[in-house]
């Protein structure tokens, strides 16, 4: 009886917490996505995790009590569309709280403009280095780290996962002319991280990954960021240079099957292929057998068993993937998985605050700590002074038969499958 | 010299792709004085059809390309019924189908995203990714179907326009619209037959975009700048000018990507747009413009 008691009352609270969120006015939240334009493809997946999310959360009664509401602009994959969104939730449409948008391109300029409105920004994309060395009081990045970093990751599986007599001694390095693989080519080669506004050094990354696992560069080029089209000629330029490595610094996965098609075309013949972008289920479509021993970076992975809340509830990352099957009938990709993550964030931020005051979320986010994180489906966050993920590394991935499996850092979590190696063509 | 044959082979192989779908964009500017800037969401569409005739039925994308061009010269015919016919009697037509094919690339994208979401695609049958090596050259497969199925309907309808009745009719609208009016030509009938050609001929170009360059709804303006920089060098409406101007452009490119960066390559077209403006509006075989 006891116990029909207690569930009674617990219904009818839940029952009166609902009713409350649903009388109560909306919690708008702004969200400016690329749903069109060059990068539609992941702007669409960063809707449909938002979406997922915000869904879930007004499932379990909304955020202190009141639904949240997502305003989402499609701003074309357009900067200055994307500025003029975020000015529009934040002026015009009274949002409390906005999401990120996709890639360092677009989420660059939106940085200024978020921290001139004393928002709270939490990146789901947006790896450069040079977003967060802006000084930025309240921006958070919702991924291992800064893009620079990333190949800190690949040299680890280098040098903890290859026999020594078998590592890689030379590479192609070639790379979208993008902000993020930019960052990325940066960390390889050991460049200079530069200001785009005053010109000042940001960081020295020198000599660079490569270079410290004794890897000699015999190739290095870039593509255009829009409109290129010529990949044969490309894949031939690096067969010829004959690399034991091709790193290919794609900026989507269309690039990747692009490069990965003309690779197999051309028969390069590389021992270990790493991509940036390349994780999505497109991939493997476009690619088939040839994505076999392709090294991926990723920030999520669906068999990873983070414990997270969603709605004051506990909720893993595998019910993150159970949810998200269940409503799009497909298993979610990082594309979707990050911008939950982005949304589990701000829902802490604000029950941390007890409101949608921006000054005292973004303290409380700054508060996280190894022990006291921000906990969602990605994984622990806290965030360095940058606003930068402190000590979370990037999970390596490789397609093996058909599935990305997680491969690296291998003390992460357990389930870790065996590196293959060597890939021997595509 | 193997490394000099090697580049020039890219260089046509995509050239030939390149041809087909300008020529659809040059003959309806040709005879209708519309730049269609929806010409490239056209071809998407006709992709799209590829694609999913190949995963769906396993239908090979050069099988489906007749299927393609016919349903998308199907829908050219509707949109010219229903769109363009009203616009020829405005006054400011040349603006105004601009504005509306603009439009119109939009309002496809948006309908492509819509029924096939914006996920990237790419039709992987097995010679798409595959090449014959003679020697240390080779030459890709997928590249060289594309690029004589592409010339076998360039050349195709180069001999309709030539010694067909309605091909006479076709190019007399194109060479002088109110003459050929005069002489009892329905233009009307060949400007709806002409624009339904140029869409059919991008749903066929889709079909080999398929195997050939991955996609999705807003590729469409990645190419628009390409195929008006081979329309403009070719000569505004000459579609024997866009082919030449294909292969031109894309072994320059090649050659330019291999030599000077890949960087480099995609800006060969844009470049060449600039200067055959400035050096020579009528492109290689268009009519010089008359002075007002």
């Not at chain 1, 379990?60 to 994959?77: A, F, P, Y």
């Amino acid at each position: 009886m006891k116990h029909l008691t207690a569930l009674c009352g617990a219904t009818a609270l839940l029952l009166a917490g609902t009713a409350y969120a649903q009388d109560a006015a909306p919690l708008k939240i702004g969200a400016s996505l690329p749903l069109t334009g060059n990068f539609s493809i992941a702007g669409a997946k960063h809707r449909a995790g938002y979406e997922l999310c915000i869904d879930m959360i007004n499932e379990r009664g909304g955020i202190l009590g009141r639904n949240v509401e997502l305003v989402v602009s499609d701003n074309r994959s357009d900067p200055a569309t994307a500025i003029n969104q975020y000015e529009r939730f934040i002026n015009v449409d009274g949002v409390e709280a906005v999401y990120g948008t996709f890639s360092s391109r677009l989420s660059f300029p939106v940085a200024n403009i978020l921290a001139k409105n004393n928002m709270v920004h939490p990146l789901p994309a947006g790896g450069a280095l040079r977003i967060y060395t802006q000084g930025h009081k309240n921006i958070f990045y919702f991924q291992p780290n800064a893009a620079e970093y990333v190949g800190a990751s690949l040299a680890g599986v280098i040098r903890d996962l290859v026999p020594e007599g078998e590592r890689p001694k030379t590479a192609a390095v070639i790379s979208a002319d993008d902000f993020f693989a930019n960052g990325v080519w940066a960390g390889l080669l050991g460049e200079k991280v530069m200001d785009p506004a005053d010109g000042s050094e940001v960081a020295d990354l020198a000599p660079g990954y490569l270079a410290d696992s004794g890897i000699e560069v015999v190739f290095s080029e870039r593509w255009p960021e829009e409109g290129f089209n010529d990949w044969l000629n490309l894949a031939n330029q690096v067969k010829r240079a004959n690399p034991d490595l091709i790193i290919g610094l794609t900026a989507s996965a269309e690039e990747a099957v692009q490069l990965t098609r003309a690779l197999k075309t051309v028969r390069a013949t590389p021992k270990m292929v790493y991509f940036s972008q390349g994780t999505q289920a497109e991939f493997l479509e476009g690619t088939g057998a040839s994505a076999e021993g392709v090294l991926v970076h990723t920030s999520w992975h669906k068999d990873a068993p983070f414990e997270a809340v969603l709605g004051g509830q506990p909720f893993s990352n595998l019910d993150f993937v159970a949810a998200y099957q269940e409503r799009f009938g497909e298993v979610p990709d990082e594309d979707a998985a990050i911008p939950f993550a982005v949304c589990q964030g701000i829902e802490q931020a604000i029950l941390g605050a007890g409101s949608t005051d921006n000054a005292a979320m973004g303290e409380w986010l700054s508060a996280r700590t190894r022990e006291e994180p921000v906990r969602t489906i990605l994984g622990r966050f806290n965030w360095d002074d940058r606003g930068l993920p402190a000590d979370k590394p990037f999970l390596m991935t490789q397609w093996n038969d058909g599935e990305l499996q997680f491969v690296y850092p291998t003390d992460e979590f357990v389930g870790v499958d065996k590196l293959s190696h060597p890939k021997n063509g595509f | 010299m193997a490394d000099f044959i090697q580049t020039l082979i890219l260089g046509l192989a995509l050239g030939g792709v390149l041809a087909l779908m300008g020529a659809g964009l040059s003959l309806v500017f040709g005879v209708m004085r519309i730049v269609n800037l929806a010409h490239p969401s056209f071809i998407i569409a006709g992709a799209y059809l590829a694609y999913w005739g190949f995963r769906l039925w396993g239908i090979d994308p050069l099988v489906m390309l007749p299927v393609a061009a016919v349903i998308l010269a199907a829908i050219g015919v509707l949109l010219y019924r229903f769109v363009f016919e009203r616009e020829a009697r405005s006054a400011k037509y040349s603006e105004m189908t601009v504005l509306l094919t603009f439009a119109l690339a939009m309002v496809v994208e948006g309908a492509l995203g819509g029924m096939f979401t914006n996920t990237q695609r790419v039709t992987s049958p097995s010679y798409a990714t595959d090449a014959i090596f003679i020697g240390d050259v080779f030459i890709p497969t997928g590249q060289l179907y594309a690029g004589l199925a592409s010339l076998a309907i360039i050349g195709g309808l180069a001999l309709f326009l030539k010694y067909s009745r309605f091909g006479y009719a076709i190019r007399a609208t194109t060479q002088n619209r109110e003459a050929a009016e005069l002489l009892g030509v329905n233009v009307n009938l060949v400007s709806m037959a002409s624009f339904a050609i140029g869409i059919g001929l991008a749903g066929a170009a889709g079909a080999l975009v398929s195997f050939v360059f991955s996609f999705f709804p807003a590729k469409h303006w990645e190419w628009i700048a390409v195929l008006m920089s081979l329309v403009v060098l070719g000569g505004m409406g000459s579609i024997l000018g866009t082919v030449l101007a294909a292969f031109m452009l894309s072994v320059v490119a090649a050659f330019v990507g291999d030599y000077i960066g890949s960087t480099w390559s995609t800006l060969t077209f844009f470049l060449a747009l600039f200067l055959i403006l400035l050096l020579r509006p009528q492109g290689l075989f268009g009519e010089k413009p008359e002075l007002a």
